[in-house]
């Protein structure tokens, strides 16, 4: 039995596209790596999840959810909250798909 393969020569991307969920896993991949800086950025300046907490007016569960790298729900105001408590600015660019 010859079967042909339908991913056979497509890039990953496309192979998302035909799943549905390139989409989804773009916005969790971003979300994975800011949750990373932030937590980097935080060991180096030593801060704890409190601190954190402290600096950007919010609670801990919410230091939590910004750490979550799963959790995309994070919206643009905590996202810019989080950069200024760590002495950073978000920056956002449009870029040609």
Do not use: C, P, W, Y
Request: hydrophobic letters at 45%.
């Amino acid at each position: 039995m010859n079967k042909k393969n339908r991913h056979a020569g497509s890039d990953f991307d496309e192979l998302l596209e035909e799943e549905g969920i390139l989409e989804e896993v773009e916005a969790r991949a971003l979300k994975r790596a800011f949750a990373l800086g932030v937590h980097d950025l935080m060991i180096k300046q030593r801060l704890t999840k409190a601190e954190m907490a402290s600096r950007m007016a919010t609670s801990r569960a919410a230091v939590n959810r910004l750490l979550d790298g799963e959790n995309t729900s994070v919206t643009l105001g905590t996202l810019n909250r989080a950069a200024k408590a760590l002495g950073r600015k978000v920056r956002i660019d449009l870029v040609s798909a």
